[in-house]
């Protein structure tokens, strides 16, 4: 009896074709393209997102006040030839 019921399993299973057989390539590779296109989407709203955050953050924190407040100015290293040529011309203060 267990054979029977293993054949009639068998047996049971679609005749002919089923058009279920193998996509052909092409779309295999329109179907890996869409998804490519919804992942890029996807990145694409959550790259959005956090650049609103950074600028919201970025306007914030200047008119906050703490940007380059209070900051010591950058002191400009000058070469030799150049503080010679100033001091000559009179553009530096010396006393």
Known sequence: M???TTKEKESE???GDTEEGNKPEVYGA???A???AKRLKDAN???KELLDREEEFAAKR???GRAEAGQPPVKQ???NEEYAKKALS???NIK
Do not use: F, H, M, R
Request: net charge negative; hydrophobic share 35%.
């Open 45 to 47: 709203k959550v790259k």
């Open 2 to 4: 267990d054979e029977q």
């Open 30 to 32: 329109i179907d890996d």
């Open 77 to 79: 290293e000058i070469s």
């Open 90 to 92: 009179g553009e530096l």
């Open 34 to 36: 869409n998804l490519a």
């Open 62 to 64: 200047a008119l906050g």
């Open 13 to 15: 299973g679609p005749t």
